[in-house]
C-alpha cells in the first residue's frame, strides 16, 4: 500500500528515508483532510545524516549552540544512553511541500520546495547532535549507536508556516525579531546594511554569533526616529525596550500599503541605517574622550580642564565603575579604552536629532560632517550628562529612564546648532 500526499514535481527536492510500516503513522488534517496532512515516523539516526535534511535548516530560526546543556545532554544521550534517545528526545520537526509513503519499498519520501517555509523548523539541535556523535563515533572507529530518532512532517500548512515555526519553538521561546526575519520583515533593512557591506555583521536569526543584533539596529534608528524630530516627546523606548522597537518597526512595515505609518515612520530613515550604526560608535568613541579631556567626575567640583589635566585616564577613569573596560565597535573597526552603558550613551546619541531633516520623502543629514557639529558640544554634553550621572546615583538605568535627561541634552544640540549656523552668517 502506498500513502501520497503530493505527487513530485521538477522544482521540489525529494529527501527519501527508508523507515519500516510499523513506524509510520500519517493523519490527515481533521478540517481540511484533501490538502493538509502529517505524518511521524520514527526512524535509525544513521539515515538522518546523508539523506539530505541537513540542507534545509534556512528555516529554523535558531543557529544551533552546541555548548549548551541541552545539546550537551542531546548528544550525552545519544553516545552513552542510544536506546533511551526515541522516548526521552522531541525528534525533528520539518515543514513539507508534500510527502508520501511507499509501503512496499519501505521508503518515505519528504518533499522541499520553500527553503524559507520548508525544511527542519524545530529540533536543529537534535540533528547537529546526530551529526556530531557519529562523526565522533566513526573517527574513532566506533559503530553506529543503535538508536532512533521520531520526524513529525507537515504537508501543506504553508499560509501559516510562521505561526507553526513559533510555536514549535515556544519551550525556549524565539525572539520575535527572528520570526519577521522569517517573514521578510526586515529586507528592506537588509538592502540598505548590504550597501554598505554590514548585513554580515547583524544577527537576524537567533544564537547567531555575530557582534550586532537586529534589536540594537533598530534601537538606534529608533533613536532618530521621525516621530521624536521636534524634540518635544523623547526616544526612550530605545534605551528601556529594544523589542518594543522592533513591534514598532514591524507593525509600520506590516501596514505599509494601507498606512503612511512607514512612510512617515522608519520608511523615512531606513536609507540612513548604517550612517545612524556609524555616527553612533564615532560618538562612544568621543564621549569617551571627553570625559577624559574634561576631568571626568572632577569636572563638576570645577576641575577638569584648567586644572589637574594631567590626571586624566587614570584615577578619574576608573573612577566610573559603571564603565566597562575597553570595547570593540565593531561598525567601524574601532576600540573605545571605555565602553559606555547605552543607559549613558543613547540619550547623547539621540540628542543629535537636530542634525537630520525629516522635511522631506525621505530624511537626510543638515550638515556633510555631523561628528564636526559634535565634536563641538561634546564636553558639554558629557558634562550634563555626568551631572545627571551623579544626581541619580551613577546608576546607568536610572539615567536612561531620566526624561529630563533625554531633554536636557536634546536642548544642548539644538542650542549648540543654532549658535553654530549664526556664526556661519
Given at each position: 500500500?502506498?500513502?501520497?500526499?503530493?505527487?513530485?514535481?521538477?522544482?521540489?527536492?525529494?529527501?527519501?528515508?527508508?523507515?519500516?510500516?510499523?513506524?509510520?503513522?500519517?493523519?490527515?488534517?481533521?478540517?481540511?483532510?484533501?490538502?493538509?496532512?502529517?505524518?511521524?515516523?520514527?526512524?535509525?539516526?544513521?539515515?538522518?545524516?546523508?539523506?539530505?535534511?541537513?540542507?534545509?535548516?534556512?528555516?529554523n530560526v535558531r543557529d544551533q549552540k552546541m555548548g549548551s546543556v541541552i545539546a550537551k545532554g542531546i548528544?550525552?544521550?545519544?553516545?552513552?544512553?542510544?536506546?533511551?534517545?526515541?522516548?526521552?528526545?522531541?525528534?525533528?520537526?520539518?515543514?513539507?511541500?508534500?510527502?508520501?509513503?511507499?509501503?512496499?519499498?519501505?521508503?518515505?519520501?519528504?518533499?522541499?520546495?520553500?527553503?524559507?517555509?520548508?525544511?527542519?523548523?524545530?529540533?536543529?539541535?537534535?540533528?547537529?547532535?546526530?551529526?556530531?556523535?557519529?562523526?565522533?563515533?566513526?573517527?574513532?572507529?566506533?559503530?553506529?549507536?543503535?538508536?532512533?530518532?521520531?520526524?513529525?512532517?507537515?504537508?501543506?500548512?504553508?499560509?501559516?508556516?510562521?505561526?507553526?515555526?513559533?510555536?514549535?519553538?515556544?519551550?525556549?521561546?524565539?525572539r520575535d525579531s527572528a520570526i519577521y526575519s522569517l517573514e521578510g520583515v526586515f529586507k528592506d533593512l537588509q538592502v540598505q546594511l548590504k550597501k554598505e557591506g554590514l548585513v554580515d555583521l547583524v544577527a537576524f536569526r537567533q544564537n547567531e554569533t555575530k557582534p550586532i543584533s537586529v534589536e540594537e539596529v533598530l534601537a538606534v534608528c529608533t533613536l532618530f526616529h521621525p516621530s521624536y524630530s521636534d524634540g518635544k516627546l523623547h526616544p526612550m523606548k530605545a534605551y528601556t525596550s529594544r523589542a518594543g522597537c522592533v513591534e514598532i518597526y514591524a507593525d509600520e512595515w506590516q501596514k505599509r500599503e494601507a498606512t503612511a505609518a512607514w512612510k512617515n515612520g522608519?520608511?523615512?530613515?531606513?536609507?540612513?541605517?548604517?550612517?545612524?550604526?556609524?555616527?553612533?560608535?564615532?560618538?562612544?568613541?568621543?564621549?569617551?574622550?571627553?570625559?577624559?579631556?574634561?576631568?571626568?567626575?572632577?569636572?563638576?567640583?570645577?576641575?577638569?580642564?584648567?586644572?589637574?589635566?594631567?590626571?586624566?585616564?587614570k584615577s578619574r577613569g576608573r573612577a566610573m565603575k559603571e564603565l566597562?573596560?575597553?570595547?570593540?565597535?565593531?561598525?567601524?573597526?574601532?576600540?573605545?579604552?571605555?565602553?559606555?552603558?547605552?543607559?549613558?550613551?543613547?540619550?547623547?546619541?539621540?540628542?543629535?536629532r537636530p542634525l537630520i531633516d525629516y522635511s522631506g520623502e525621505t530624511a537626510k543629514w543638515k550638515v556633510a560632517e555631523p561628528m564636526q557639529v559634535f565634536n563641538g558640544i561634546s564636553k558639554e554634553l558629557v558634562k550634563t550628562l555626568l551631572a545627571y550621572a551623579e544626581e541619580y546615583g551613577r546608576k546607568p538605568n536610572a539615567v536612561g529612564k531620566s526624561l529630563l535627561c533625554w531633554k536636557s541634552l536634546y536642548d544642548t544640540v539644538e542650542v549648540g546648532l543654532l549658535r553654530s549656523q549664526a556664526a556661519k552668517v
Open positions: 500500500m502506498t500513502s501520497s500526499q503530493t505527487s513530485v514535481v521538477s522544482s521540489d527536492t525529494s529527501v527519501q528515508l527508508p523507515v519500516h510500516p510499523d513506524q509510520v503513522r500519517v493523519l490527515v488534517d481533521p478540517i481540511e483532510p484533501k490538502s493538509k496532512s502529517r505524518a511521524i515516523i520514527c526512524v535509525p539516526v544513521g539515515t538522518v545524516l546523508g539523506c539530505g535534511l541537513g540542507d534545509w535548516l534556512a528555516a548528544m550525552r544521550t545519544l553516545d552513552e544512553r542510544p536506546d533511551t534517545m526515541h522516548p526521552l528526545n522531541r525528534g525533528i520537526t520539518v515543514l513539507s511541500n508534500g510527502f508520501r509513503y511507499d509501503s512496499q519499498a519501505k521508503v518515505f519520501t519528504i518533499l522541499l520546495r520553500d527553503p524559507k517555509k520548508h525544511g527542519i523548523i524545530d529540533g536543529g539541535h537534535t540533528f547537529r547532535a546526530i551529526e556530531q556523535v557519529l562523526d565522533k563515533r566513526q573517527e574513532a572507529g566506533a559503530d553506529v549507536p543503535n538508536a532512533f530518532v521520531n520526524i513529525e512532517v507537515l504537508a501543506g500548512y504553508d499560509e501559516i508556516s510562521s505561526d507553526i515555526i513559533s510555536a514549535r519553538n515556544s519551550v525556549a521561546a524565539v522608519f520608511g523615512k530613515i531606513i536609507h540612513l541605517a548604517p550612517d545612524l550604526l556609524r555616527f553612533c560608535e564615532e560618538i562612544h568613541l568621543e564621549v569617551d574622550e571627553a570625559r577624559r579631556k574634561i576631568g571626568g567626575l572632577q569636572a563638576l567640583k570645577g576641575e577638569g580642564e584648567n586644572g589637574n589635566e594631567n590626571r586624566e585616564g566597562s573596560g575597553p570595547r570593540e565597535l565593531p561598525v567601524t573597526g574601532k576600540t573605545v579604552q571605555s565602553g559606555w552603558p547605552t543607559g549613558y550613551l543613547y540619550p547623547i546619541v539621540a540628542a543629535m
